[in-house]
């Protein structure tokens, strides 16, 4: 990973949008599904969002944590242009409350707090177009709550011929939720459990929103979508969970949406947890295809086998990979297996 510099230059809060007025003078947020009711001078839970004088403002627009290029492969995406790399920036803030996060520093700071430098989004095209990155990743905090700005990039990178990536929980509401991903390419939403008991007391949010967002995601179809679960041991690495959750997505989602099982490592609020036994992602890939999903992979720890694509009708390894790097590269025209012909699922062509 490389790190982008960036010019120091400092810019005013920008007009906010996905808000109603209510009678009293309030403002109520409609991005996702906490609905904060804000008085003159408040911000919401993401600290991000703020009435100002009877208007709303994304204090984060245009202001970032830092660029950086990776591979793809990192987002995790394993089949959207694979082998390629992104460039990935994010702000800070978060609309939820995991005490696992690993970005604790950003998610939790507030962009008021925060003397960040900014940039336009041709601006930040323009870094992409310098790297050589074929796509955008908005990650490292929850690009939902600064979607006015990913938007605004992402409508930049689109007449640019630049891809873009919303990683995100998928916590939004149905309205934004359809003009943030009329202007995405791909998508990585990480379904932290499958209880609302885990959502309710280690993220502070729900599980229902999650899956509504999953389910219209694949009944549009427009945006390449993958789906990230991340396994804290005691927590949500019951194989029936495992089970439940795997069989949810083969019934609303299809067979072939890519299903990563991450290792969760001691973070923020959470340090009395064990690292995940490289075995629990094991177990869990080995039930996910035993369910009928056919693209399943490990990730935070070294398993070339549980990285590797494989072609569902053959067998044959056609994206064989080595943590983040793709060592070998086998589809044929049009992303299909060299050895039958079989169309493996994905965007390939940048």
Not at 197 to 224: C, N, Q
Request: one cysteine or more; glycine letters at 8%.
């Amino acid at each position: 990973m490389s790190t982008l510099a960036e010019p120091a230059v400092q810019a005013p809060a920008h007009p906010a949008r996905f808000f109603e007025r209510e009678e009293d003078g309030r403002l109520r947020c409609t991005l996702c599904p906490r609905e904060c009711l804000l008085a003159d001078g408040q911000a919401g839970f993401c600290s991000v969002r703020e009435n100002r004088g009877g208007a709303m403002v994304l204090l984060a627009y245009g202001k970032s944590t830092g660029y950086a290029v990776d591979p793809v492969e990192k987002k995790p995406l394993y089949h959207f242009l694979p082998g390629t790399e992104v460039l990935s920036f994010g702000t800070v803030g978060c609309n939820l409350g995991c005490r696992f996060c690993q970005n604790w520093n950003i998610s939790k700071a507030r962009a008021s707090g925060r003397d960040l430098p900014t940039r336009t989004p041709r601006q930040v095209v323009d870094l992409a177009v310098a790297a050589g990155c074929p796509s955008i990743a908005f990650t490292y905090n929850d690009p939902i709550i600064w979607a006015e700005w990913a938007i605004d990039v992402a409508r930049e990178a689109r007449t640019r011929g630049i891809r873009t990536i919303f990683v995100t929980s998928g916590y939004v509401e149905e309205k934004a939720r359809e003009e943030i991903f009329s202007w995405m390419d791909a998508t990585n939403v990480d379904l932290k459990s499958f209880t609302e008991e885990f959502y309710a007391k280690v993220t502070l949010s729900h599980l229902a929103p999650v899956l509504e967002t999953l389910e219209w995601l694949a009944r549009e179809g427009r945006v390449w979508t993958e789906v990230t679960n991340l396994l804290i041991p005691g927590l949500n690495d019951d194989p029936g969970e495992t089970r439940r959750l795997a069989e949810w997505l083969v019934a609303r989602m299809g067979p072939d949406v890519p299903l990563h099982f991450s290792a969760f490592h001691p973070a923020w609020k959470m340090m009395d947890r064990p690292p995940t036994p490289p075995e629990t992602l094991t177990r869990a890939r080995r039930i996910a295809r035993e369910v009928g999903l056919r693209h399943v992979y490990t990730g935070n720890v070294h398993d070339p086998e549980g990285q590797t694509t494989c072609c569902p009708r053959c067998g044959k390894a056609v994206l064989l990979r080595d943590w983040n790097t793709v060592r070998g590269n086998r589809l044929g025209p049009g992303g299909t297996c060299r050895n039958c012909g079989e169309r493996i699922a994905g965007r390939f062509d940048a």
